[in-house]
């Protein structure tokens, strides 16, 4: 590990001098070991576990405001996360493990790297690690990789389980400026695509910071959340899929639906939900959903079997749901 300075912020304003070679550090889960394997080197730490960003409160709608530093362990208990939202406890609980859990924050659950075997490995080309540099799991081992909205330049994956509920949710984000000021933004537009840029993950410019994620009003019908990996523990999702699906006289009333573990990014595509919403529970409604996804599905050889897991996966949830 290089050499590198440390701060510990009193306050948000102490981020308003970070610059490109800053890195925020709260739980640390990933950060550190990145700078352990050198792939990121930060000259300085802003350490923000002193900041009151720990509470979960209640929003005048009837969701809820989750602080940054709220742990995936307390957030995954929380009673009213649990009864009103079990999708995103299901999620939580289905990521790393229990000591994980105890450190990763949700700001920093959202802003994890992908697990890439070429972004870890420096002695290999990752453009998302060194622009320019090519991508090694192009026509390499890339059985993790992703399927949907990749490019030419980075076929990597986002690791999060916890976005993938929280993108179904319809949460959005609060950001706090280097400048002082706040803004909101669904999650979706928080991550960027790799296009030929793969090294710009989010919007997020240094001295920004994620100060909470706002939960919606709970809504009715049935929630799933179902990871396919190789493990049944401590292990990334192959595929993931949350689903909130309302069957109302007998016809699908309102699907909300994410998938992990196939794209840059939680990812979500209207087309998906509205060859559902309207339609009889049927294996036909089911197959015109996963033809939306897939329709723009690329695989790269080693990952082509995500492509119909994909389809099993999507079919299997919306079972569970509308039965």
């Known amino acids: 590990m290089r050499p590198f300075d440390y701060q510990r912020a009193a306050a948000p304003s102490d981020l308003s001098s970070a610059d490109a070679a800053t890195s925020i550090i709260a739980g640390g889960t990933n950060l550190l070991d990145l700078m352990k394997l050198e792939v990121m080197t ?3 730490l802003i350490d923000i576990n002193r900041l009151d960003l720990k509470s979960i409160e209640e929003t005048e709608d009837g969701g809820l405001r989750i602080g940054a530093l709220v742990t995936n362990s307390d957030l995954a208990a929380d009673m009213r996360v649990r009864r009103r939202w079990p999708v995103l406890s299901r999620a939580l609980l289905a990521g790393a493990s229990g000591q994980l ?7 920093g659950n959202l802003l994890q790297r992908t697990r890439c075997y070429y972004f870890y490995d420096t002695a290999m080309p990752c453009n998302k690690r060194e622009p320019g540099s090519g991508c090694g799991a192009i026509g390499g081992v890339n059985r993790i990789h992703a399927i949907l909205g990749a490019s030419d330049h980075c076929i990597a994956t ?5 976005a993938v509920a929280m993108r179904a949710l319809g949460a959005e984000v609060e950001i706090r400026g280097r400048d002082g000021e706040s803004r909101r933004l669904p999650l979706g537009e928080l991550y ?3 296009g030929a840029t793969p090294e710009r993950e989010t919007v997020l410019s240094a001295g920004d910071l994620i100060t909470s994620v706002i939960l919606p009003g709970p809504v009715t019908g049935r929630q799933v959340y179902r990871k396919v990996r190789d493990r049944a523990s401590y292990a990334f999702a192959l595929v993931s899929v949350a689903a909130i699906v309302d069957v109302k006289d007998g016809t699908i009333a309102r699907a909300d639906i994410a998938f992990g573990g196939l794209a840059p990014m939680p990812w979500r595509d209207a087309a998906v939900e509205q060859a559902l919403v309207g339609q009889a529970p049927s294996e036909a409604a089911f197959d015109a959903a996963a033809d939306a996804l897939l329709a723009d599905a690329k695989g790269q050889g080693g990952n082509d079997f995500k492509i119909p897991l994909a389809r099993r996966t999507l079919k299997a ?6 039965r």
Do not use: F, I, W, Y
Request: glycine residues 4%; aromatic residues 0%; charged residues 25%.
């Open 192 to 194: 960027l695509l790799p």
């Open 42 to 44: 930060p000259e300085r």
């Open 101 to 107: 859990r105890n450190k990763a924050t949700t700001g």
């Open 158 to 162: 986002h690791p999060s389980d916890m």
């Open 317 to 322: 949830v919306l079972q569970e749901a509308t």
